[in-house]
T-cell receptor, first 113, second 110 residues
């Protein structure tokens, strides 16, 4: 158990819909990261928050948005879903802003039909 | 951005065999991690090793930062070692993130 909690574990929805994925970091970790793993793209970095502020941005689509709340949990919002958004979405956390070991949650598997 | 290359892409072993997985990266790093993704999709931390050598049971890892590569050694393979092994690196620059290689898929048969 990494200490990073993600919900839901599985989600099935239809094209055009909107979903929210939730992540609680390890106790004491201030950074939260979101990654997407799909068969054709591998593990792709989406976005990082540190203590509520955006710190780094990857190839995150405009239809996707994220935020980190004062209690340090984070949410990833995916809207206008397409078939290609079906993937495993991971959240990770670390103590530091720029470096340090990342620990990953078990992921949220999204299926868009 | 930083590039990460892992080799070999696939590896098939008999139980009890040893193996070496390699990770090459294109820039100086302040983070390098090895992960094992099991058949259920979980990413398990193996090593946090931006430089030096570490050992954990049958697994060990070495990172030679000056030459921009890392090696993961698996000795006496077991069927439970099967899965995908990822190397991930973070460039030594603010605003960058941990970037994953494409992985090495290991299959260990009994």
């Amino acid at each position: 158990d990494s200490g990073v909690t993600q919900t839901p574990k599985h989600l099935i929805t239809a094209t055009g819909q909107r979903v929210t994925l939730r992540c609680s970091p390890r106790s004491g970790d201030l950074s939260v990261y979101w990654y997407q793993q799909s068969l054709d793209q591998g593990l792709q970095f989406l976005i990082q928050y540190y203590n509520g502020e955006e710190r780094a941005k990857g190839n995150i689509l405009e239809r996707f948005s994220a935020q980190q709340f004062p209690d340090l949990h984070s949410e990833l919002n995916l809207s206008s879903l397409e078939l290609g958004d079906s993937a495993l979405y991971f959240c990770a956390s670390s103590v530091g802003k720029f470096t340090g070991e990342l620990f990953f949650g078990e992921g949220s598997r999204l299926t868009v039909l | 951005g930083i590039q990460v290359e892992q080799s070999p892409p696939d590896l098939i072993l008999q139980e009890g065999a040893n193996s070496t997985l390699r990770c090459n990266f294109s820039d100086s790093v302040n983070n390098l991690q090895w992960f094992h993704q099991n058949p259920w999709g979980q990413l398990i931390n193996l090593f946090y090793i931006p430089s030096g050598t570490k050992q954990n049971g049958r697994l060990s890892a070495t990172t030679v930062a000056t030459e921009r590569y890392s090696l993961l050694y698996i000795s006496s393979s077991q069927t439970t070692d099967s899965g995908v092994y990822f190397c991930a690196v973070k460039a030594n620059q603010a605003g960058t993130a941990l970037i994953f290689g494409k992985g090495t898929t290991l299959s260990v048969s009994s």
